[in-house]
């Protein structure tokens, strides 16, 4: 639907708005001559918030995936909140949203812009810690300085026992603290592969734990749960060689990556296509993003997205110079280059295209062109 100022009728309460959407918008414009109340997402996702007991998954990496463990799993365990997640969920009708019947609401808990600051948590899922969004929190302070400010909302916070910037974050914590190590966990048969999924799932066991949950039918759903939405993602095949969607977009995060899909693929080469998100972050994140590319055997680079990025940003990191740190790169900018891009593979090889901007919907508009 576009964007017009006759969808502001007499009768809205409310218009809730993403940020990107700005004060010129012709809605909002409209909306605030009516008198109507405007709100950010991220605001109103606070003020539901506060009509639950709530559990804020927050973290750099891992958020969506420990929360769509949890969220899928409980279903599995008879325990049914309310959910708002960052990706798509087959078990709910592949939404992010499912209405639960209990006064519990999960959330996806995003730190950009401070933006979890409206939420009233009661229990803090910490996935990770490390610096990151680096337009929004320019020194690694002003980034755990966020998340300390969530955290002391809580009662309780469950964390990985091995994670010393969680612990950082804590430092001054005065609730509930719940350490979770693979030691006290069960061992699982997850469908999900990777380290960092096993360590998800353990995340969401232990809230189980906290809640009481039954920990048998919990387990059982958490090694149900098929993956999320852009989390190694299967597109499908082209000429015989298997094709993954995911929305990596930091160091950290491509490597567990690609360690995960060679855990399930263990054969033949494994190639990735990677979307750089922001200027900004891959020049100040660039010798950890050669590493972690340098983890496949075979690399294309898309064009870097913009995404808040100043003049500055682009002067400083042009794709050039990206390319020029990468040169075994293959440049990728079009659907040509892919075919040429796919003329190093053969029958049984598997190839990633990632990263958080126009990336994946490229790969599904290549793999499946309409006519």
């Not at 997402?41 to 009509?51: A, R």
């Amino acid at each position: 639907m576009q964007q017009r100022t006759d969808n502001i009728t007499e009768d809205l309460d409310l218009l809730v708005y993403s940020e990107a959407v700005p004060e010129t918008n012709p809605e909002r414009k409209a909306a605030k001559k009516r008198g109507i109340r405007q709100a950010s997402y991220f605001e109103y996702l606070g003020e539901v918030s506060k009509q639950f007991r709530t559990i804020a998954f927050a973290g750099t990496h891992g958020k969506t995936s420990s929360l769509a463990l949890f969220a899928t799993a409980s279903q599995k365990g008879k325990f049914d909140p309310t959910v708002v997640i960052g990706t798509q969920l087959q078990e709910f009708e592949n939404s992010n949203f499912h209405r639960g019947t209990n006064d519990w609401f999960a959330v996806e808990a995003c730190e950009y812009r401070r933006n979890f600051r409206f939420l009233e948590p009661e229990i803090v899922v910490l996935t990770s810690v490390e610096h990151d969004h680096f337009d929004a929190f320019p020194t690694e302070e002003s980034y755990f300085s966020a998340f300390e400010n969530l955290v002391e909302k809580a009662d309780i916070v469950i964390f990985h026992a091995d994670d010393g910037n969680a612990r950082r974050v804590l430092e001054n914590f005065l609730g509930k603290k719940v350490p979770v190590s693979r030691e006290e966990v069960p061992k699982m048969d997850l469908k999900v592969p990777g380290e960092f999924n096993q360590k998800n799932a353990a995340l969401a066991w232990a809230v189980a734990r906290e809640l009481n949950l039954d920990l048998k039918k919990f387990q059982a759903g958490l090694e149900m749960f098929k993956g999320s939405g852009r989390r190694q993602e299967v597109l499908g095949e082209h000429e015989g060689v298997k094709i993954y969607d995911d929305y990596a977009h930091h160091p950290t995060e491509i490597r567990a990556l690609i360690d995960g899909i060679r855990e399930r693929e263990k054969h033949g080469k494994l190639g990735i296509i990677f979307e750089p998100h922001q200027h900004s972050r891959t020049a100040a994140l660039l010798p950890e993003f050669l590493s972690a590319l340098r983890t496949a055997d075979v690399i294309g680079l898309f064009p870097i997205y913009t995404a808040r990025d100043s003049a500055e940003d682009k002067k400083r990191m042009p794709n050039a110079k990206l390319r020029a740190a990468l040169p075994e790169a293959m440049p990728v900018e079009n659907w040509e280059d892919v075919d040429q891009f796919w003329k190093q593979f053969s029958s049984g090889d598997t190839v990633i295209f990632c990263g958080a901007g126009n990336i994946s919907q490229f790969a599904r508009d290549w793999l499946h062109p309409k006519k």
